[in-house]
C-alpha cells in the first residue's frame, strides 16, 4: 500500500522535498519574527543560516531510515543496536571527512578498500526505502533487498 501520509527521511534528504513537521526543528519558531527584525541586507543571509539549523542531521535522517525498515536494517547491518549505531557512525565520519576534512576524523574516517562494503550496504538500504516508497510490504523488501525471508 502506497503511502501518501508522510514523505520518507530518505526523499528528503535526497531530494530536498517538502518536509514533514517532526523533521522541522523546534528551536526556530519563532523564525519570521527574528527575520522581520533584522536589516534587509542581513535577511536572506540569515534566513539560509536559519533555514540549515533546522534541517536534521545525516545521524539523525539514518537513524529514522533504521526505525522505518529495522527488520531489513538488521538483516544487512547486523541485528546488534550498538551494531548498527557504529555503522551509522562509519557513515556520518567518512561523510563528514570527504565533505569538511576535519583532522578529528582522519584516523577514524573510511578509505579507500574501506568504503566498499559501506556503499554496497547503504546501496541495498537504498534499494529497501525505494520500494517502500512504491508500496512493497516489509516482507517483500526484505526478500528482494537481502534474499532472506
Known sequence: ????????????YTFGSS??????CK??????????????DYRGWLERKLQAVS?????QKLHEIFRMHLEVVQAI??????????????????RNY???????LEGRAARGAELHPINQKLTKL???CLMGEIGFGEEEIKKAVTGLR
Open 77 to 94: 547491518v547486523g541485528k546488534s543496536r550498538k551494531v548498527r549505531a557504529d555503522f551509522i557512525d562509519e557513515v556520518v565520519d567518512a
Open 27 to 40: 528551536r526556530v519558531p519563532r523564525k519570521r519574527e527574528i527575520l522581520e527584525a533584522v536589516p534587509d
Open 126 to 128: 537504498l534499494e529497501a
Open 1 to 12: 500500500m502506497l503511502s501518501t501520509c508522510r514523505t520518507s527521511p530518505l526523499r528528503n
Open 55 to 59: 534541517e536534521p542531521s545525516l545521524n
Open 98 to 104: 570527504r565533505a569538511h576534512f576535519p583532522s578529528r
Open 19 to 24: 518536509r514533514p513537521s517532526r523533521y522541522r
